[in-house]
């Protein structure tokens, strides 16, 4: 694709930019009805896991998506290297679909780990990954006999909620307005821009001189089940999958964003206020192969723009083989062992391909009101976002282009850059023999290079229903996952004594009603060594509290900026979790669910439930919870409305899905297990 062309694209598209977003979209007619019975919004791997379950129940799904690949962090995203533990991946206790994708990378490399990457056993080519899972869901569809409707470059515009028939009785979502989008004719091909670029086109009804539209109105199958309460129940369910939770404010249900206030519950909290404009850093991949020859690489006209930003960060990282060999995701496997910071690697060679994810190398971290990406409440509201028709996907647009700029910077700065921002002078050397893979058969399969959507790492989260001590709404929070030691001297000094005693009475597990009584002082309590153990569990995760912070000051690449203070006091390591149903039901709305990153966490919890196989397991979970609900014409909520009592019809959901080979606890799991300090 020449440059000129290119230009002329991003001209127009800086043009219709300028047009405000309620009035750039016009409500236009459907152009046809689709039917199912699960609708599920976003083609992740929590969507493509809520598919692939309810495909092999035999239901109709329509799986929509923003780009045209299915997977997002495998495929989309880029973020082909799955995060797994090492006693989860030793003793493989995954969802049965993920169990499956592994066999099926594993079956198409001859290996898990084609890339002989260090940061994972599986690392493979994000092509590849949209490849694979797709052929899942068509075998699950042919083995289920359910019925697959794929709806790529589609984006949920409006919502049809009904109002509640009584005070007593929620909304339902009665259909779904889509537009999908394709190259007008005589157009460069999807994929050759950038999002930041196409983003807002493919939110508005109008064609464009680069896009031709269809108008998608989804609505459910009809049924004449109902509750035992002669309630209607729902005929269909809708699953918001997305990466940022955009059905949850398009719909207008609670939810959080950003840092929570600081308290019993989240003792790490950065802040002792509400922070929405501070989540964690979100990244453009992109994939480089090295090369026999130096390569001629010109520096982009941005590049001196984002340069202070750039580093190794620490010095035990201050390798370029190192960090080439991070997340390399092909090799054929002819370098030399080496080693550098305690670390062990095979060098690499010519023909070798690496995908970047570095946090201080194209993570982009905003954390103002003036950049953040997600826009939350009061500013979609400010927008007109939350308008009948006004919806533009919740996003900063400036904030996705400076983060596309930020990562063609990065690779310029490995290949040819001589500054450390962290680590001072004489650190970094150029490493001119690599070069930017593009091209629609590119391992990102886009023209510029960089991975089709960001790899976002926390969502708006949903706050779930009140519920038995719960009053305010169901949340998971940092002390039910984290190992850290409660007792450092940080927590007696930055928490008031009234919050540092509740605190330690939360951490006491089965010996809470001794404190509470009076029974046991809470100096005498020993802090439990496992997560919360929650009734309701309907699937499983395990990995650290892991944060990629927000920077203190705007814009992020500012010289000189830094994290926002106390941000990474929430990283530790964590035990192995489970994923309780009340943290996927929304209020307000009976017949939507949510997996993936939009759950009821804070903001540090959120920082452990966001890798692959989580993901996968709150997508099985949501798909068999909507599928027993349509079974037995009940909503999933009544499943969980009378805990800490467990009903029946709950317990024959999680008999149901570990029928299916979907855990919903981790071996051994029990409030008198105390035994997991060697689960890492």
């Given at each position: 694709?020449?440059?000129s062309l290119i230009n002329l694209i991003l001209s127009?598209?800086?043009?219709?930019?300028?047009?405000?977003?309620?009035?750039?979209?016009?409500?236009?007619?459907?152009?046809?009805?689709?039917?199912?019975?699960?609708?599920?919004?976003?083609?992740?791997?929590?969507?493509?896991?809520?598919?692939?379950?309810?495909?092999?129940?035999?239901?109709?799904?329509?799986?929509?998506?923003?780009?045209?690949?299915?997977?997002?962090?495998?495929?989309?995203?880029?973020?082909?290297?799955?995060?797994?533990?090492?006693?989860?991946?030793?003793?493989?206790?995954?969802?049965?679909?993920?169990?499956?994708?592994?066999?099926?990378?594993?079956?198409?490399?001859?290996?898990?780990?084609?890339?002989?990457?260090?940061?994972?056993?599986?690392?493979?080519?994000?092509?590849?990954?949209?490849?694979?899972?797709?052929?899942?869901?068509?075998?699950?569809?042919?083995?289920?006999?359910?019925?697959?409707?794929?709806?790529?470059?589609?984006?949920?515009?409006?919502?049809?909620?009904?109002?509640?028939?009584?005070?007593?009785?929620?909304?339902?979502?009665?259909?779904?307005?889509?537009?999908?989008?394709?190259?007008?004719?005589?157009?460069?091909?999807?994929?050759?821009?950038?999002?930041?670029?196409?983003?807002?086109?493919?939110?508005?009804?109008?064609?464009?001189?680069?896009?031709?539209?269809?108008?998608?109105?989804?609505?459910?199958?009809?049924?004449?089940?109902?509750?035992?309460?002669?309630?209607?129940a729902p005929d269909w369910y809708v699953v918001d999958?997305?990466?940022?939770?955009?059905?949850?404010?398009?719909?207008?249900?609670?939810?959080?964003?950003?840092?929570?206030?600081?308290?019993?519950?989240?003792?790490?909290?950065?802040?002792?206020?509400?922070?929405?404009?501070?989540?964690?850093?979100?990244?453009?991949?992109?994939?480089?192969?090295?090369?026999?020859?130096?390569?001629?690489?010109?520096?982009?006209?941005?590049?001196?723009?984002?340069?202070?930003?750039?580093?190794?960060?620490?010095?035990?990282?201050?390798?370029?083989?190192?960090?080439?060999?991070?997340?390399?995701?092909?090799?054929?496997?002819?370098?030399?062992?080496?080693?550098?910071?305690?670390?062990?690697?095979?060098?690499?060679?010519?023909?070798?391909?690496?995908?970047?994810?570095?946090?201080?190398?194209?993570?982009?971290?905003?954390?103002?009101?003036?950049?953040?990406?997600?826009?939350?409440?009061?500013?979609?509201?400010?927008?007109?976002?939350?308008?009948?028709?006004?919806?533009?996907?919740?996003?900063?647009?400036?904030?996705?282009?400076?983060?596309?700029?930020?990562?063609?910077?990065?690779?310029?700065?490995?290949?040819?850059?001589?500054?450390?921002?962290?680590?001072?002078?004489?650190?970094?050397?150029?490493?001119?023999?690599?070069?930017?893979?593009?091209?629609?058969?590119?391992?990102?399969?886009?023209?510029?290079?960089?991975?089709?959507?960001?790899?976002?790492?926390?969502?708006?989260?949903?706050?779930?229903?009140?519920?038995?001590?719960?009053?305010?709404?169901?949340?998971?929070?940092?002390?039910?996952?984290?190992?850290?030691?409660?007792?450092?001297?940080?927590?007696?000094?930055?928490?008031?004594?009234?919050?540092?005693?509740?605190?330690?009475?939360?951490?006491?597990?089965?010996?809470?009603?001794?404190?509470?009584?009076?029974?046991?002082?809470?100096?005498?309590?020993?802090?439990?060594?496992?997560?919360?153990?929650?009734?309701?569990?309907?699937?499983?995760?395990?990995?650290?509290?892991?944060?990629?912070?927000?920077?203190?000051?705007?814009?992020?690449?500012?010289?000189?900026n830094k994290d926002f203070p106390g941000e990474r006091?929430?990283?530790?390591?964590?035990?192995?979790?489970?994923?309780?149903?009340?943290?996927?039901?929304?209020?307000?709305?009976?017949?939507?669910?949510?997996?993936?990153?939009?759950?009821?966490?804070?903001?540090?919890?959120?920082?452990?439930?966001?890798?692959?196989?989580?993901?996968?397991?709150?997508?099985?979970?949501?798909?068999?919870?909507?599928?027993?609900?349509?079974?037995?014409?009940?909503?999933?909520?009544?499943?969980?409305?009378?805990?800490?009592?467990?009903?029946?019809?709950?317990?024959?959901?999680?008999?149901?899905?570990?029928?299916?080979?979907?855990?919903?606890?981790?071996?051994?799991?029990?409030?008198?297990?105390?035994?997991?300090?060697?689960?890492?």
């Amino acid at each position: 694709m020449h440059r000129s062309l290119i230009n002329l694209i991003l001209s127009l598209t800086l043009l219709e930019s300028a047009i405000p977003a309620a009035l750039a979209t016009p409500q236009r007619a459907p152009d046809k009805d689709v039917t199912c019975e699960i609708l599920v919004v976003g083609g992740g791997l929590a969507g493509a896991a809520a598919a692939y379950e309810s495909l092999l129940a035999g239901r109709t799904v329509c799986l929509t998506e923003i780009t045209d690949w299915v997977g997002g962090q495998i495929s989309s995203q880029g973020v082909s290297a799955l995060d797994e533990r090492g006693t989860q991946r030793e003793r493989l206790v995954y969802p049965r679909g993920y169990l499956k994708l592994r066999e099926r990378i594993s079956s198409y490399y001859g290996t898990l780990n084609p890339g002989k990457c260090w940061v994972s056993e599986v690392c493979f080519i994000p092509r590849d990954g949209n490849k694979l899972l797709f052929s899942m869901l068509k075998d699950a569809a042919a083995q289920g006999k359910g019925t697959l409707k794929w709806f790529p470059n589609t984006v949920i515009k409006e919502l049809e909620i009904t109002p509640p028939l009584t005070g007593e009785v929620g909304q339902q979502i009665q259909s779904a307005i889509a537009i999908q989008h394709r190259q007008a004719p005589g157009t460069p091909p999807v994929n050759t821009e950038p999002l930041s670029q196409t983003i807002e086109d493919s939110y508005r009804y109008e064609n464009s001189p680069r896009f031709e539209k269809q108008i998608i109105r989804f609505v459910h199958l009809k049924s004449a089940k109902t509750t035992q309460q002669t309630q209607p129940a729902p005929d269909w369910y809708v699953v918001d999958a997305t990466e940022t939770g955009e059905l949850i404010a398009l719909a207008d249900v609670p939810y959080r964003l950003g840092v929570d206030p600081r308290s019993a519950f989240n003792p790490s909290s950065s802040s002792t206020t509400d922070n929405p404009y501070c989540t964690q850093g979100f990244t453009y991949t992109f994939a480089m192969q090295a090369t026999s020859f130096p390569r001629i690489n010109t520096a982009p006209m941005f590049y001196f723009k984002y340069a202070p930003y750039y580093s190794y960060e620490l010095k035990r990282l201050a390798s370029f083989p190192l960090v080439f060999t991070y997340r390399r995701i092909w090799s054929d496997g002819t370098g030399n062992p080496d080693k550098f910071g305690g670390l062990e690697f095979t060098s690499p060679v010519p023909g070798d391909i690496s995908m970047q994810n570095w946090t201080w190398g194209n993570d982009y971290r905003p954390g103002t009101s003036a950049d953040n990406l997600i826009l939350d409440r009061e500013q979609l509201q400010s927008t007109g976002q939350l308008t009948p028709g006004g919806w533009m996907g919740g996003l900063r647009t400036d904030s996705l282009r400076d983060a596309e700029q930020i990562a063609q910077g990065y690779f310029y700065w490995l290949v040819a850059g001589k500054t450390d921002s962290q680590l001072g002078p004489d650190v970094k050397k150029p490493q001119p023999n690599n070069r930017y893979l593009t091209g629609l058969d590119s391992p990102m399969g886009t023209v510029h290079g960089l991975s089709k959507y960001p790899y976002i790492r926390e969502a708006r989260r949903i706050i779930g229903r009140p519920s038995y001590g719960y009053s305010d709404g169901f949340t998971i929070s940092e002390i039910d996952i984290s190992r850290h030691n409660y007792r450092d001297d940080y927590y007696k000094k930055t928490l008031p004594p009234d919050i540092y005693s509740r605190l330690w009475t939360f951490l006491a597990g089965w010996e809470t009603p001794a404190v509470l009584s009076g029974k046991l002082s809470p100096d005498q309590v020993k802090s439990r060594s496992r997560s919360r153990i929650y009734p309701d569990s309907v699937g499983i995760g395990h990995y650290a509290i892991d944060f990629h912070p927000c920077m203190a000051m705007t814009p992020p690449e500012l010289p000189g900026n830094k994290d926002f203070p106390g941000e990474r006091q929430g990283a530790s390591a964590a035990y192995p979790f489970e994923i309780p149903l009340r943290a996927m039901i929304p209020q307000k709305i009976d017949n939507m669910l949510v997996a993936g990153k939009t759950i009821a966490t804070s903001h540090i919890a959120a920082a452990a439930y966001r890798v692959h196989s989580y993901e996968w397991s709150a997508g099985a979970a949501a798909a068999t919870t909507a599928d027993f609900a349509l079974k037995q014409g009940i909503m999933p909520y009544q499943l969980v409305d009378k805990l800490p009592q467990r009903g029946l019809q709950l317990e024959a959901l999680q008999r149901q899905l570990e029928e299916n080979d979907n855990p919903t606890a981790f071996p051994g799991a029990s409030i008198f297990n105390e035994n997991w300090d060697n689960w890492r």
